[in-house]
Each structure stands twice: as structure tokens, then as C-alpha cells.
């Protein structure tokens, strides 16, 4: 197992000398500066990679993300134009060294939280999601049409009350948190522009988001093959569908439907044990094993369903609702099975994902979920496991 974490680039308060030291030979990261569409140009890659390999003993292991355009996703007309973009961008990656690209096709949002700093019983912070907070901000902040018909009365009623209850500070907390932009980013959107972009999903439903979907990997899939990258998908985060908004990448049946729509290796999963371990119905061992040969990056992190089992929170890396020995061990499985039969890329890339924010670092301003002292707790539990693991096949 490649030990990574993922990096935001020069200004992420974790530096690349702090990811060195945590053990990692691997950085995963974008260039967020390019805006999305554009086509990743040779320099700006270039420049990347030297500024990783001058911190000594690191390499750009993963891409994440290179992220999908929404015209793409909308299968609006330009959409090929896009995709061309894409596809070049995926030629000056292989050129430059880089075999692995995770991405995404959330529609608008590329996750959903209520909560950035939920206090944990040992005083450590975590990433929180609780329905009937986002209810409060779909029904009563937001007020989007239609939103009724996605709440039983009972929540509805829930969601009236609490809002009617609420401080100002409390809910333009609630507000910032749900309209946060991308991971590592401090922009959110405004009220106003984030309903365009959900009214400009108002005839593209289930049906047509995976036909989207399936559209885009046809096109690039084979480019990354004939380069030599594989691209992996993100699942949704969480994994249902939100503000009337479509999720596809959320169940087992999702994945393999999307694998099937180009049966190629490079059409490949970004296995994160964390949104998938928010369904109960989702058997984690179990879609490890079936999916195997077609995961290429693997997020290693433990979400924990609370009484309300919509609602959930990040939970210490080995104690959630993840059986973490049962999928590391698949892992190691996995990629004796790859050695065995000669691949090349025998050894998969995983990063810990979510840690806590915990000791010094409660006193810093970090990304929600990648302050550095909960990722290596997390980093450290899951080597400490794999080690046994491996010792444990002597």
C-alpha cells in the first residue's frame, strides 16, 4: 500500500515537509488554481511536480481531482469541447509521469456537510452530517421549490420548528457550512447563485446523469488506456441524492453499471470507505473483492451512523461503522495478487482521509477534515494494521 495524503498546494497550512515526516512517499493533489475546463498545460504541470520533489522523498503519486465540468455533467452541447480539454489534460499527465486521476460526478456540490467542527466526547473536532440540519437549510434557508417533496411531514414539521429556534449566528453557520465549495477551498457559493445552478438541473434526473456519466468515461477512458493513466471515480458523498439533485455513484449496482459502460481497466474506482460506509447496505469486504482488478486509489476512513442512521459523523479511522481489518486485508490480498501476476502497479495509492482535529492543531486553521495530527493518528492505525496483517501471512 502507497502511503499518500492529499495536498492543496502551496497554501494548504500542512506542508509538504509535515507529509514527509508523517512517512508518505506520496502527494496527492490538483491544480486548484486552473479553473475548471481548462486544459492542465504541460508547464503547469511541470511546476507541480519540481515543487513536490524539492521537499525531498516525495513524488505526485495521484491526481485528485481532475474535476469534470458541468456542461459535461448537464450533457449540454459544449460538452465535447470539454472533454476534449479533458483528454489533452490527460495526455500531459501520462507524459509527465503521473499513472493515477481520481474524479468526480456530483452534480454541483462534491459534498455535504451540516457540520465542519462537531466536538467530540474527547474534546477532538469532526465533520458532521445531520438531515434534519440540511433539511432546515433546504426548507428554510434556502426555501428551494419542490423541496417539500423530499421530506415526510414529520421532518418537515422537525426542520419549521428547530429554524424557528435557531440564533442568526447558528444558522449563517448552517448556511456557510452546506455552501462550502470544494474540499480545501474557503469560497461558498451565495444563496442566489447556488439555486441557478440546482434549477439548471431541473430536467436531468437519475436517468440522464448516468447517461452523462457514461458518455464522458467512454470518451476519456480509452485515452487514459492508450497513455497508460487509470481513472478512478469518486462515490457520492453522502451517498444519496440531495436537494433534488441525482446521485449515481452511490451503491454497488452504481458501480458496476459504470463499469460495464466501458469495460475497460482504465475506467476504474476510487475506493473511499467513508462514503460508501455511510450505507448500511453497502458490504464493504465484499464490493473490495468484486471490484478489485478496477481499483486504483483507495480513501481509508471510518464514518459512524448515529441513532438517526441518515445522520453521521467521521469517526477514529479503526472505530466506525467500516470493518477496517476486513478491507485492508482485502487490500493486501489484492495486491499480492497483482505481484503475483506481474502488474506494474501492484501496490495501490491510499490517503487517510477526514482525521480529526485534535491537539495543536485545534488552535490552527485547517481545511475541514485535512488538519495533519488527525490524518496521521489515522495514517498510523492503518499502517500498524496492514503490518499485522502482512506479518500475520508469514
Known amino acids: 500500500m502507497i502511503q499518500t495524503m492529499r495536498w492543496f498546494g502551496p497554501k494548504d ?38 515543487l513536490i520533489e524539492k521537499a525531498g522523498g516525495l513524488y505526485w503519486s495521484v491526481v485528485e481531482s481532475l474535476p469534470v465540468h458541468e456542461a459535461i455533467k448537464k450533457g449540454l452541447p459544449s460538452r465535447d469541447e470539454y472533454i476534449a480539454n479533458y483528454q489533452i489534460s490527460l495526455r500531459n499527465l501520462a507524459a509527465a509521469g503521473i499513472q493515477t486521476v481520481c474524479y468526480n460526478f456530483m452534480p454541483v456540490l462534491d459534498w455535504s456537510r451540516t457540520d465542519l467542527v462537531y466536538e467530540l466526547p474527547n474534546g477532538a473536532k469532526t465533520l458532521r452530517f445531520v438531515w434534519q440540519d440540511f433539511a432546515v437549510f433546504d426548507l428554510c434557508i434556502l426555501k428551494r421549490p419542490g423541496a417539500d417533496q423530499d421530506y415526510t411531514p414529520e421532518e418537515q414539521k422537525a426542520a419549521v420548528a428547530h429554524f424557528s429556534s435557531m440564533s442568526t449566528r447558528e444558522k449563517d453557520k448552517l448556511q456557510k457550512t452546506v455552501l462550502l465549495g470544494l474540499p480545501g477551498s474557503e469560497e461558498a457559493f451565495t444563496l442566489e447563485t447556488f439555486q441557478s445552478l440546482l434549477d439548471n438541473y431541473a430536467q436531468i434526473g437519475d436517468t440522464e446523469l448516468r447517461q452523462n456519466l457514461y458518455y464522458f468515461i467512454q470518451q476519456v477512458a480509452p485515452v487514459a488506456a ?78 459512524k451512523r448515529e441513532d438517526n442512521p441518515l445522520n453521521f459523523h467521521e469517526a477514529d479511522h479503526l472505530n466506525g ?58 495514517l498510523a492505525e492503518i499502517r500498524g494494521l496492514e503490518m499485522g496483517i502482512r506479518l500475520s501471512f508469514r
Open 321 to 378: 461503522d467500516v470493518d477496517m481489518y476486513a478491507v485492508v486485508k482485502a487490500i493486501v490480498l489484492e495486491e499480492k495478487r497483482r505481484s503475483g501476476a506481474g502488474y506494474k502497479d501492484a501496490q495501490i495509492p491510499f490517503r487517510p482521509d477526514h482525521g480529526h482535529q485534535m491537539l495543536d492543531d485545534l488552535g490552527k486553521k485547517t481545511y475541514p477534515g485535512y488538519s495533519a495530527i488527525g490524518r496521521l493518528k489515522g
Open 226 to 303: 492508450e497513455c497508460g493513466i487509470n481513472l478512478c471515480i469518486h462515490p457520492d458523498d453522502p451517498p444519496q441524492p440531495l436537494l433534488g439533485l441525482p446521485r449515481v455513484v452511490s451503491t454497488a449496482a452504481d458501480l458496476q453499471q459504470l463499469l460495464d459502460a466501458c469495460p475497460i481497466r482504465a475506467n476504474g474506482i476510487t475506493f473511499c470507505t467513508g462514503s460508501l460506509g455511510v450505507r448500511a447496505d453497502n458490504d464493504l469486504p465484499i464490493m473490495f473483492s468484486r471490484f478489485a482488478e478496477r481499483i486504483h486509489f483507495i480513501h481509508l476512513r471510518a464514518t
Open 13 to 50: 497550512p500542512v506542508s509538504l515537509a509535515h507529509i514527509r515526516q508523517a512517512g508518505c512517499t506520496g502527494v496527492v493533489t490538483a491544480l486548484h488554481q486552473i479553473p475548471v475546463g481548462e486544459i492542465w498545460s504541460p508547464e503547469a504541470i511541470a511546476e507541480r511536480i519540481v
